[in-house]
C-alpha cells in the first residue's frame, strides 16, 4: 500500500512477534486497546481485532510465524488503525485463490484473507514465492456528523 497524499506519520506504533499460540492471544488484546485509544467503537473495535487475528493466524500458520505491526495513522483529520502482518514464509502461489472465501490450505474454514479483507477499509497483500507475505490493512474511524 502505497503512502497516501495527507497521509500523517503514525502517532503510536507498536510492534508483536507471532510464533506460539500465546502470541495470538497477546495481539488479539495488543490490538484491542489500539483501537481503543484510536477512538473506535465496539462494532469497529470487533472488526479490527477479528481482522487482526485472521492476519496474524494466517503468518504463524502459513508463515511460520511474523511480525504484526499496529500503527494509529491520521489522514484528512480522520484516525486510522493500521496493520501490517510480515512473514518469511514460502509466500502465497495464487493470491486471487486465497482471497476467495472457503480456501484454505490447512484445516480453517478458509476465510481469513477474504474475511480480513472485507472487515478492513483499505487492503493490499504483497508476495514473493520463497520469501514470504506481508498484508496491509487499514481501518478508518467513522465518525458520526
Not at 481482522?51 to 484516525?79: F, K, Q
Not at 502465497?92 to 480456501?103: P, Q, R, S
Amino acid at each position: 500500500m502505497a503512502e497516501e497524499p495527507g497521509l500523517t506519520r503514525p502517532q503510536e506504533s507498536t510492534t508483536h512477534t507471532v510464533y506460539s499460540e500465546e502470541d495470538l492471544l497477546h495481539v488479539r488484546h495488543a490490538v484491542r486497546a489500539a483501537t481503543v485509544l484510536a477512538g473506535f467503537g465496539i462494532v469497529d473495535q470487533t472488526r479490527v481485532v477479528t481482522a487482526a487475528s485472521e492476519l496474524a493466524r494466517n503468518a504463524y500458520v502459513h508463515g511460520g510465524g511474523g511480525v504484526l505491526t499496529v500503527e494509529i495513522v491520521r489522514r484528512l483529520g480522520t484516525t486510522g488503525l493500521r496493520l501490517t502482518v510480515k512473514d518469511e514464509g514460502p509466500g502465497i502461489a495464487d493470491v486471487e485463490a486465497a482471497l476467495t472465501d472457503g480456501f484454505t490450505t490447512g484445516a480453517g474454514l478458509g476465510h481469513g484473507l477474504g474475511g480480513a479483507r472485507r472487515l478492513m477499509d483499505d487492503f493490499a497483500l504483497r508476495t514473493e514465492a520463497g520469501r514470504g507475505t506481508v498484508v496491509t490493512a487499514v481501518r478508518w474511524h467513522k465518525r458520526r456528523a
